[in-house]
């Protein structure tokens, strides 16, 4: 069978994304603690405890209330446990959710979750077509579904709130964005290839039938 034998695709860097964020977030917020100043273990013994929920939610909202020149920020959800939000321009068609996991150790779980393309025809050539493109990306990983109108697939990953502290607050919201755009470009630049060879559309913010797609990935596996 034919292999995917592109380039290796890169976005825009982690720090340049860093540097926006500092830009953004009040001076309070982004000098409130030295660096390495995240806290102390946790009841689980190695676990360090990271920024509760309320503060992750801010951030979040002083980010989307900002805007960004790359992309276009509506939010779906802002409740006192769940945060949601799409980053969408041309190229891209992106969910940021941040939610509670654990209340009882303070812990949420953050995932970048785009959308490559949806309606293809589904199998096993497909699925292995995505899931051996990993080599080519830094960081995150493939995902899919099998729906009633054909297979949708896109690029994700998630962090714990562990990574997410007042001393690193400007560097891991950067990295969230970073992962933003390196992650909608993986799931476009595979859309692109795939697309002929399989049918499909790709997934876009302009498009209504996109939206159940994308979301068919963040929820578990039914």
């Not at 990295?175 to 795939?194: I, K, P, Q, R, S």
Request: hydrophobic content about 40%; glycine content about 10%; aromatic content about 10%.
């Amino acid at each position: 069978m034919q292999r995917l034998r592109g380039r290796r695709v890169r976005g825009r860097s982690v720090t340049s994304s860093g540097h926006l964020v500092s830009s953004i977030l009040p001076e309070p917020h982004a000098a409130r603690a030295t660096r390495g100043d995240c806290g102390q273990a946790s009841t689980g013994g190695w676990l360090v405890p990271g920024l509760p929920f309320p503060r992750i939610r801010e951030t979040l909202n002083l980010l989307a209330g900002e805007g960004s020149p790359y992309y276009a920020i509506q939010k779906v959800i802002d409740e006192d446990d769940t945060w949601l939000a799409t980053f969408s321009s041309e190229s891209l068609y992106v969910i940021v959710q941040a939610a509670i996991a654990a209340p009882e150790l303070d812990r949420s779980l953050i995932d970048v979750h785009a959308g490559g393309a949806y309606a293809m025809h589904a199998s096993g050539e497909l699925f292995e077509a995505i899931s051996i493109a990993t080599w080519r990306f830094d960081y995150g990983g493939p995902w899919a579904r099998v729906r009633a109108d054909g297979a949708t697939f896109g690029w994700r990953s998630r962090l714990p709130s562990e990574m997410f502290c007042e001393a690193n607050v400007s560097d891991a919201f950067g990295f969230v964005l970073g992962m933003v755009d390196a992650f909608g470009m993986a799931a476009g630049t595979l859309a692109e290839e795939l697309i002929p060879r399989f049918g499909g559309k790709p997934s876009r913010s302009d498009d209504p039938q996109a939206w159940p797609a994308l979301m068919s990935g963040l929820l578990p596996p039914q």
